[in-house]
């Protein structure tokens, strides 16, 4: 068989495979199931013994890194049942209440706050959602904007050091975590910081009523409430960043303090902490059997040498990097109105990232670009997890999220043009920094 044969060979073998996966997507099989199985049948049509499918998924759950997945969910969900995002927001409202667009100001600076907690975009989301859709729908604010505004602010979750979707980034690429979450602070405080502003301009359209200002004895008793969850979010983020902990290690001292605040403040029993482990462990479960059966695809996809022809093709018809990235970035977008974000990630990262490093792509800003786009399929339907937590949390129509939220997800297209364009919007903390 001559060279072009085999090429051709294996031109029609990915096209095949992939298609397969799509056509599995397509029949609505859950993603780690079809990933995972597709991947068993492809090793044994290689002639690999099958064992090699457990001693994948076993291989996955080994991980120190992920460690710290279970660890933040445990944080948050003790944070949620605690009601601590009532104590944060009201915190947040009583600096920043009387500002034009008020309590939007403050419900995004309470989601950027809690980002540094959590790491997960529903958790962010879910906690001060509960708190703050009712207090703005009491002051008359438009639905549409209150809950568009918390599905966009739940997204900061996953931008915001700590990051869920970063450290599983930084395990399929074998990146720095710790740089990983360094990169993401400068995107995500100018994300935020564009959210305020949006919600100050709205406000001038009379659809955002001004509050009176508080007095200082009511900011005192309001920030004296919510400093212990400060404190907790700068000991998390302080510790990785001084290289005192690792991640997994910052999570679980995080865990533990998060227990022990919410108990001595009276915010948690024995029947709430128990609902927040069997919801940490039902989302635990959930990442880590989509994770293994996309280990076991990946791996089957490498011996069938999927990646390579794809990045060889990538590689031949696009040289520039630049027009990649932006053709790499239509394709995620695309891919994000049909799959939730995880499984973007999982998916695409490991067919290119070996294109990525033919053209001297930094992986740390790919891993930043990838998530901004992940935020933005986040509240985009037909498959956008935060628009149906909101929805849920709401008690509103799937319609009235959705045109609330398409204004933020033009401004995180923005913001992931800005970082095609000016890379050091990621990169100058990590490298120029520290």
Not at 224 to 251: D, K, N, Q, R
Not at 305 to 332: C, E, H, K, R, W
């Amino acid at each position: 068989m001559t060279s072009s044969s085999r090429q051709g060979c294996t031109d029609m073998e990915t096209i095949l495979i992939l298609g397969s996966l799509i056509g599995l997507l397509i029949l609505r099989v859950p993603v780690a199931f079809a990933m995972g199985a597709l991947g068993a049948v492809l090793l044994w049509i290689k002639g690999f013994p099958l064992i090699a499918v457990p001693q994948r998924l076993f291989g996955t759950m080994d991980s120190f890194e992920l460690l710290a997945v279970p660890l933040f969910l445990l944080m948050s969900n003790v944070l949620l049942k605690g009601g601590v995002g009532r104590d944060l927001f009201a915190s947040v409202q009583a600096w920043v209440g009387h500002w034009p667009g008020g309590l939007g100001v403050a419900t995004i600076m309470s989601c950027t706050l809690f980002s540094a907690i959590s790491g997960s975009s529903v958790a962010t989301a879910a906690t001060i959602g509960t708190v703050a859709i009712p207090e703005m729908k009491q002051r008359g604010y438009d639905e549409p904007f209150i809950l568009g505004q918390l599905a966009a602010g739940g997204t900061l979750g996953i931008l915001i050091p700590p990051s869920i979707p970063l450290i599983i980034y930084g395990v399929i690429t074998e990146t720095s975590i710790p740089t990983l979450f360094l990169a993401g602070i400068g995107p995500g405080l100018l994300m935020a910081s564009i959210f305020v502003v949006y919600a100050m301009l709205y406000s001038r359209s009379g659809a955002a009523p001004a509050m009176a200002k508080a007095s200082w004895s009511e900011r005192a008793r309001a920030t004296f409430y919510a400093l212990p969850t400060v404190v907790l979010a700068v000991a998390i983020i302080g510790s990785i960043y001084a290289g005192i902990a690792t991640p997994s290690e910052s999570a679980g001292v995080g865990f533990v303090i998060a227990i022990i605040m919410t108990f001595v403040m009276g915010r948690i029993n024995w029947e709430k902490l128990k609902l927040a482990v069997e919801d940490s462990l039902k989302t635990t479960a959930m990442i880590f059997i989509i994770v293994a059966g996309a280990k076991v695809f990946s791996y089957a996809i490498t011996l069938f040498l999927i990646p390579q022809t794809i990045s060889n093709y990538l590689i031949q018809n696009i040289s520039d990097p630049t027009m990649f990235i932006l053709a790499v970035g239509l394709v995620l977008l695309v891919i994000g109105f049909f799959l939730e974000s995880l499984s973007m990630m999982l998916i695409m990262v490991p067919v290119l990232f070996p294109a990525l490093q033919a053209m001297n792509i930094d992986p740390i800003w790919f891993g930043i670009f990838f998530v901004v786009l992940i935020e933005a399929a986040l509240i985009t339907p037909p498959v956008g997890l935060n628009l149906f937590v909101i929805q849920s949390v709401g008690k509103a129509r799937l319609e009235s999220v959705v045109k609330g939220a398409w204004p933020f997800a033009l401004m995180m297209l923005g913001m992931a043009m800005l970082l095609w364009v000016w890379q050091d919007l990621a990169l100058f903390i990590p490298y120029k920094l520290f």
